[in-house]
């Protein structure tokens, strides 16, 4: 399985450049223009989100279906994850856990600035520790499994 590399990073903004409200039709966009190639070309990836309406809508559902087959990681999919699931969802605890501090060591005063510290940021993620994260993923659904779903308090997050 690829668990070493990044798709993205995605940010959805209009032409001139200002943030949007992610609407279902945006959201579909982005995975038939952005996400659909990065896919195509890693055939063995599997793509989980989390369970926002936008991205869990059937039209989006379908489609993703389509580009991920059994691959897909969401609510509403053959491979149906919990729609909160923090503990469990690899972006939760490691995009906006690990990089949110190193985005903003620099106190970006734009939004150019902050995008380009979360490019930076992600271009410098090495292979091996986003393996290790993936592994610690599955250390912590085999926990949840045992606790019958339960919450992971004592939970200890390795990058």
Known sequence: MPWNMIIGP???????????????????????NFLRPALDNNPEMWFQQDGATAHTARATT???RGISGESLISRNSEFNWPSRSPDLTAPDFLLWGYLKEKVYVNKPRTTEQLKEN??????????????????????????????????????????
């Open 10 to 32: 995605f940010f959805f903004e209009d032409d001139d450049g200002n943030a949007v409200t992610v609407t279902g039709e945006r959201y579909r966009h982005m995975v038939n």
């Open 62 to 64: 379908e489609i993703l």
């Open 118 to 159: 979360i490019r930076a940021e992600i271009r410098e993620l090495m292979p091996d520790t986003l393996t290790k994260v993936m592994a610690n993923v599955l250390k912590r659904a085999q926990l949840c499994d045992t606790e019958n779903g339960g919450h992971l308090c004592n939970i200890v997050f390795h990058r």
